[in-house]
């Protein structure tokens, strides 16, 4: 499969047409953001990191019965996938505080949750990715009610399978953030990527940060953390 024209480029990604009107090739880029983009930088290395990740953990989930957009990887940085129309929500669950919900709340990073949550931003940069609940999501058309019963179902199991797979490897998933998509035949898979970028992962013994935050925050150790995670994923 080729790449016939791009037809997105993203902040992290670029997006080819090929000659399957189904199938598209996402490029991953290291070029990183932040705050909407008013962060700049490059983490070396990134691209082929996240499209690595991002494959391995949307294969194991295809497996335990959550449709994903992975087809097949082309090469470091390219991954052929199914063409969607991306519903836009930010789909984030969260095991432990930390982020906007330890800012929103007023509360220190690292309370472990009775059980997890889940919330939506409208993606949409303009707006700055507001927070907006399911009846909102529905009022303004993003979604129905059965997608969104299908989203929060999905994005539950997902949450389950890789907070086991990442304490085998001895990290703690405290938070992430999924998008889906829809298929011209109107089937929600799981889109978009699951990386260091999108996850917040810390080593479960020190609490190290193994993710984007090093950048987001400035802590220094950047590509290190990426490779780190990198490793541990294969141990
Ligand atoms: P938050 O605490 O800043 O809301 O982030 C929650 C999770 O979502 C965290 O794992 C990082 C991820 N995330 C993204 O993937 N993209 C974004 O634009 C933002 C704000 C967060």
Redesign the pocket.
């Known amino acids: 499969m080729r790449k016939v024209n791009m037809i997105y480029e993203g902040k992290a990604k670029k997006v080819y047409a090929t000659d399957d009107p189904d199938l598209l090739i996402v490029s991953y880029k290291d070029d990183a953001t932040a705050f909407?983009g008013l962060k700049r930088g490059t983490i070396i290395g990134k691209g082929v990191i996240n499209n690595r990740m991002s494959n391995i953990l949307m294969a194991k989930l295809e497996e335990a019965g959550v449709p994903t957009h992975f087809v097949s990887e082309l090469n470091e940085r390219d991954t052929l996938v199914k063409k969607v129309k991306i519903v836009p929500l930010?789909v984030?669950v969260?095991n432990i505080s930390?982020?906007?919900?330890?800012?929103n709340y007023g509360v220190q990073e690292g309370i472990i949750f009775e059980e997890p949550t889940i919330e939506f931003?409208y993606k949409n940069d303009e707006l700055g990715?507001p927070l907006i609940n399911d009846y909102q999501a529905i009022a303004l058309g993003i979604a129905t009610r059965a997608e969104i019963e299908t989203i929060t179902k999905y994005a539950f199991t997902v949450n389950e399978i890789l907070r086991a797979l990442w304490a085998s490897r001895g990290v703690t998933l405290?938070?992430?953030?999924l998008e889906f998509g829809k298929t011209s035949d109107g089937t929600i898979i799981l889109a978009d990527e699951i990386s260091p970028?999108?996850?917040?992962l810390w080593d479960s013994e020190t609490g190290k940060k193994l993710?984007?935050d090093r950048f987001r925050r400035d802590l220094g150790g950047v590509e290190e953390a990426y490779h780190e995670i990198m490793r541990r994923l294969f141990d």
């Open positions: 909407n930010e984030i969260r930390a982020g906007s919900f330890a800012k931003s990715d405290v938070d992430f953030k970028d999108t996850c917040r993710d984007k």
